[in-house]
């Protein structure tokens, strides 16, 4: 009974590092989905994941009352970060477009330094809720700018920004990545840079025009896990820190209704979980708290009255479907069955060959490649764009238990509030 106190004991002492963690459109289909699709097939057994070992509670996503409960990544990330619902495109502003405190400025405030990992461009709409205030996702200019104009006490919100977004940060009216170098920020455009960055120095770390490859086109370290042990490695300190890290393309991979694509970005968000999960519990001071804005595309697995789901046929892509749709549309000659059977890892049939006939536009060929995956693993998509269902959320650290119920992701916010001021 001792033993048992002392461990709670240790465990409830107040987090000095927040580590929140972002599926964009990570719905609980999605979570579902990885676990089939990292099955052993050879075991009798279904393999539990790390969003299984994780798995906490439960969040309603709606935003401000009028809005048809369906929320958009700007508004839900607003939530999560103020701790109040606004409307559909505002970052880090009320209903009246007026800012709004964030966990990063409140951090910033404590004296604690702060940082962003994401794979989307950083100034997208959920790492901007957290370290800028705008009345519309869409003024994306505006958003970088404030990253270097804003201030908290005459410091930069964020000591590390990792992401895409070069062509929003070097333009020809402003170039913000040198007046950053001039401001002492060490600035890297590569990745293998991660892992030899100067402590002492803040970070800005642009490696793509706008938002990073697909994972299934990068045949190194995955993207979100280099960075986010880039991060996290950079962040620590005495005082503490409160770091963002978002595995922005599961949604743009739902918005495409691609699940190839999907199942390799929560690939990528797992494996950041595993590394940050091992992190968090070898220590006593930091919370790990990850969850998604809202769901993405109406994926379902199984369709069309068909009891099966089979994402093994997802297993031996050579490339992105996106990508291998490039390439196709850049040859000269027919698009083969042996050509896609090649690229696709599965046995494409003369006549499903013939489908692709006439097709010679890149988005019409990946149109027909994702209709052909969805038809052989029998996944299913209602939407183009988010839906209201419920997502989860993963908890672990300090402080973990009190995401242990059904909330809405103000209520995610408003205790992440609580931990910076109990410090
Ligand atoms: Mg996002
Ligand atoms: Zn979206």
Redesign the pocket.
Known sequence: MVWADLILTAKDKLAKNIIMV?G?GMGPAYTTGYRYYMDNINTPQVETTIFDKLLTGMVSTYPVNSQGYVTD?AAA?TALSTGYKTYNGAIGVDVNKKPLLTLMERAKQLGKKTGLV?T?QIN???PAAYFSHNESRKNYNEIADSYFDDKINGHFKANLMLGGGSKYFIRPDRNLVSEFKQADFQYIDDLSKLTSLNKQQPVLGLFAEVGLPWTLDNKNENHLLAMAKAGVRHLENNEGYVLLV?A?QI?WAGHSNDIAAAMAEMQDLAETLTWLKNYVENRDDTLLVATA?HSTGGLTLGANGDYRWQPEFLKNLTASPKSIATKLAHQNTAISAQQLTDALGFIITDQEANLFIGRSDEKSIYEQIKLLIDSRTNTGWTSGGHTGIDVQVFATGNGAKAFNRHQTNTDIAKQLFLVLEGN
Do not use: K, L, P, R
Request: no cysteine; charged share 30%.
């Open positions: 972002i964009d990544s990330a994401v989307s997208h709409a959920t978002e922005s949604d804005d």
